[in-house]
């Protein structure tokens, strides 16, 4: 009886020596890596990509953690947890970060087609008034050829921005009104020229 | 019985020693081994620098090399995990991590390179633009072109901002994209205008004769009109020499010889001041009226009716005249050189009717007038 019992001991020992004390945290790796493709999907990696590029790598120590506490004889996952946490949690911060950015883009891009809008109107205002004669208003096509395109553009910008590309209307948007402003400069420089006579 | 568990005995203390021994053995062997740990991380760093320095996008084949790397340590690792601890080998993983490491060092290195190559391109490129934006703006701006080509110009210079833009954000291939289309469109806009100016000049040898007649007809101290179209210029002439210079605008179809009534363009040949227009007998302050159509323009308007090259109902136009009312930066007359008003006012002080005006597209070659830029 004695010997039977001394027996299952050592077949326990040898069971639990073998076997692993703690499970890998799937569920956590599911979880993080779940709220990281949300996080892109939402367009971070263009909208904050430094923030992106840290939770990318900071899931990525996680898993190394992850594969260092599995090659222990006893593998422990509390460190490869806390990671994991840390990466949920700033994929949710992320996520935000993202999300305010696009807010940020999409209200200075719609400020700045206002704002190119009104300059458009304004140089086309401003062709009326500029210097014409008898045959003005063939003088002044190439003004209003300018003008066409910064107005063209801002149909663009505007189509761009119907499809959710915030950086890409912004970056045109900026050039359209940095091209109307430059004609108004151009307009009122020469009616300036015009009052001086 | 008896010597039976007794052998029992000896057989748990045996395979006690052996489980012993053999934990004691692998303990050894696994304490022995390197873990990947730190190539890992190393691999990861440089990745993360790699991508950093944009290796992703100006050195991407090494760069997703070394991903793939990283990708296959990982993989790697995790297989190996999965084995008895004992028969694990972290040789590959260790392999992969270096080589990962070692690519997204050169991805960075190569990244950095080509960035800054990119850099000096887009720049350059940049400079280059700008020089063929300023030779449409020197030579072309003026010139009565087609929409379709100032259209090709605006559009060029649409795209140079975008791509300006582009390149302050460091976005160097979308800047290097905008650019090449800003390119495309300034060389189209370029080349129209510069046929349209190459052919313009087809005529400069009949100029140059015309302005050399004007110029000895004034020898003998008369005053000589002599009309620069390209230059923009009225001068007076006497004595072989130009005694004054007046800015003068045309019609805006000035590039081209006037042929019939409506066509907006400016005569050239040899006239003469067929009579002045005192300031309230013209709308525009003073005028010299010319004695356009000569015989010359009467004979190719007939030439020209005859083989159909201008409709049978058109008319020659005349009331060609050098008047005021100018000065407004552009060309805005109906086919009549405009001045200033007090430009007028002074070229009637030195000139009168009977007096030569000689208009030619210009007094100076092609070549001249470009500056010797190749266009």
Partial sequence: MKSKLIIAIAAMGIAVLFSSCAK???????AATAAIQEVKDAGADLYVPEAYQALVDSMKSANEKVEVAKAKWFPNYTKAKEQLAVVSQMAVDTKAKSEARKVELKAETEAMIVEVK???????????KAPRG???????EAIKSDVAVAETTVTEVEALLANGDLIGSNDKIKAAKEKATAIKAELEEAIAKKGKK | MGLGKKRIKWLIIVLLSIVFIAITVCVIIVSQRVLPTDDLRLAREAVSEAKDAEANVYATKIYNESVQMYDSAMVNWSKENSRFIVFRDYSRVISFAKRSKKKAEEAEEESIKQSDSLSKNVEA?????????????????????PKSVFDAHNKSRMFLSESKIAHEKGKLKEAEILFKKADIYINHANSAAGKMLRDYFNDFAKWKN??????????????????????????VYQSGKAIRSFDAEFGPNWMAHKERNGDRATPEGTYHVASEKTHGRTIYHKALLLDYPNAEDRRMFALKKKNGSLSRSAGIGNLIEIHGNGGKGFDWTIGCIGLQDRDIDDLCRLVGPGTRVTIVGSIEPLSVITNGVDF
Wanted: charged share 30%.
């Fill in chain 2, 125 to 145: 490129a940049f400079v280059s633009l700008a020089k063929k934006i300023d030779l449409y703006n020197k030579l072309f701006k003026n010139l009565p072109l």
């Fill in chain 1, 24 to 30: 890998v945290p799937q569920t956590e790796i599911d």
């Fill in chain 1, 118 to 128: 009104a300059l458009v109107e304004e140089n086309k205002a401003l062709i009326a």
């Fill in chain 1, 134 to 140: 008898k045959e003005g208003k063939e003088a002044l």
């Fill in chain 2, 210 to 235: 015309l302005a050399n007649d004007a110029i000895s007809a004034s020898r003998d101290g008369n005053k000589v009109i002599l009309v620069d179209k390209v230059a923009h210029i009225l001068y």
